[in-house]
């Protein structure tokens, strides 16, 4: 795992947020209780390392924390920053750039960009009777491959999932549930 911290919060002290980030990844997947005192500890159980790089340079933003995670399959990259009012964004998966919020339920496809994907999901979704808060979507080029993020309302089942991953066009799916920034 690789935490860089860019701009502005380079300079503050940045041990909670890496401890809190090794939680939220380990949470699930580990044994153990995790906590932001044991995070540390139960990473380095498991052989996993935690580098965290400090940048005065965060390009566009004030602020841009960078997460690298190489395991099993293909290194994720994920940046993100902070807008007024403490509202977090995401603003690139793996390169690919977009903005979306960390929030609740998401189901983060990487995909081909072509005209009816974005149709054939909604259908997908809208037949299980899943509704989408959000949707994102971020490409390189054209006609290339892209990454759509959706917030979902409710997290959606194994067979959803699959129904999504049959999409023509879809390469990976992944659910991911987090915290709701909304009441």
């Known amino acids: ?31 153990e209780v995790v906590n932001v005192v044991s995070a540390p500890t139960v990473l380095k159980l498991h052989g996993v390392g935690l580098d965290e790089v400090r940048s005065s340079q965060a390009g566009n933003f ?21 807008f007024a009012a403490g509202k977090l964004r995401i603003m690139s998966i793996d390169g690919y750039p977009l903005e979306t919020s960390p929030s609740g339920a998401l189901l983060i496809l990487k995909n081909s960009d072509r005209p009816g994907l974005i149709g054939e999901i909604g259908t997908v979704l809208g037949s299980a009777g899943i509704n989408i808060a959000r949707m ?21 089942e194994a067979d959803v999932v699959r129904q999504v991953r049959d999409i023509s066009g879809i390469t990976a799916v992944r659910t991911v549930s987090l915290p709701s920034d909304e009441s």
């Open 1 to 31: 795992i690789k935490l860089t911290y860019s701009g502005e919060v380079a300079e503050l002290s940045v041990e909670l947020v890496s401890a809190s980030f090794a939680v939220g990844l380990t949470r699930d997947k580990v044994e």
């Open 62 to 82: 004030t602020t841009l924390v960078t997460a690298e995670v190489t395991g099993r399959g293909e290194p994720v990259t994920v940046e993100g920053t902070v």
């Open 136 to 156: 994102n979507f971020g490409r390189k080029c054209r006609h290339g491959d892209a990454i759509t993020v959706l917030n979902l309302d409710v997290a959606p």
